[in-house]
């Protein structure tokens, strides 16, 4: 029963995404422009020969290296400013308004600011950094407020202090608003991190790629580029989540 | 203070009006068990509270033995609900490592099992509410602990299950203080010589 429900929900996925995949086309057929809109079968095309050189998989290797290294630092430097807020009220307060304003300001304000700081090869990497942080910081501030008083109260009777504390309470309850947080800012820092390079323009990045296809009216390798950063965004998404969820679940059944 | 006895002296608790303890002098002989019994709402709870230090008296004095380490069965399981129940039972003895580890884990298998828990890789969130019970009287009796305080551990649990759970936990007891709330007056007869108390009125009496 419930594998006839599975089948069921995907073949009603496929045929809602073959209906627009059949609306892109036709439209694409009826406008007639190749610089106005292209189909799919023809992106796909342009994506399998781009895929069949090495410039694309070194654009995206460097891309994915840059903001996933932003990303990283975002991520760690959230929680262990959390972890520094939640002990000390004086940071947390002196936090608040950094982390509004990296919430509040635009990503292309931030991208031309830092511009004018880093190299244009850093700006990626900084731009990732600025979107994970204030989101994983957030997230896990809240996961440590709402750990339940009574089991730090148990922790307390059993005599546990410190880094125990920390492993075996704080752990398990932060843990799920870690994983939620890390799943938005991960699609968040992919996708301003190649909108810096939009406008850093790095050498050989999906970035710089995609500013060639706008300056040369090169509409199938604008489209074809856009499915990319699409494709790698869903697949780290899902190969992020699943082995923060495998992890998570070997941690949980440990003996 | 320091002292080798857990001993209230006096003491008062209140919540907003309502008067709990009111008074309530006693002195507890160490490795004893120390049967409170009394109404809802007589302060059992409270008086335990206060004997584990988690609250303070409005007046009077709490004395318990210096260094004492405790372990504890709250009303509520409080267990993490994310981990497995050795690895809640084990949540007293964070430090084990290697082969001290792997006894204790053997310790806490068997006594799994002669309370009729199952022993396998599920976090405890997934247990019904007699089986998280068990867990949670389980991880105090086993804390390497002075004192333990069991705050109605045996509520609702049927007969056999109760037969196998003190079966399984009394002569962990031995050389223990321990502190046994309840509503059930036969529970006493569960205990190995246990004093009887009687807490009623904010005052607790020998029963």
Known sequence: MREGGRLRTWGVRLLVAAFWLAVWQLVA??????????????????????AGTGEFWASVATSLARIGAGFLGGAVSGVVLAAAASRLAAVRELLAPVMGALKAVPVASFVILVLLWVSSRDLSVVIAWIMALPIVY???CEGISQTDPALLEMAEVFGLRG???????YLSQVLPYFRAAVSLALGLSWKAGIAAEVIGLPDLTIGEHLYDAKVYLDTPDLFAWTVAIVVVSVALSAVVGKGLDAALRRWEARP | MSAAVFELRAVEKRYGALAVLAGATARFEVCRAHVLMGPSGA?????LHLLAGLESPDAGEVVRPAGVRLGMTFQEDRLLDNLTATANIRLPHA???????EAFLAR????????????????????SGGQRRRVAILRCALADADALLFDEPLKGMDEKTVARVMDCVVPLFSGKTVFWVTHDEREKDLLPDPVPWTVRDGLIFPA
């Open chain 1, 29 to 50: 057929c009826a406008v007639d422009s190749r610089i106005i809109l292209v189909g799919p079968l023809e992106v796909l095309a342009r994506l399998v020969e781009l």
């Open chain 1, 138 to 140: 957030t997230n896990v």
């Open chain 1, 163 to 169: 880094l125990d504390r920390v492993r075996l309470v």
């Open chain 2, 43 to 47: 302060g059992k709870t409270t008086l």
């Open chain 2, 95 to 101: 430090r084990l490592r290697g082969a001290e580890r």
């Open chain 2, 108 to 127: 806490e298998r068997a006594a799994l099992a002669a309370v009729g828990l199952p022993v396998d890789a599920r976090p405890v969130r997934e247990l």
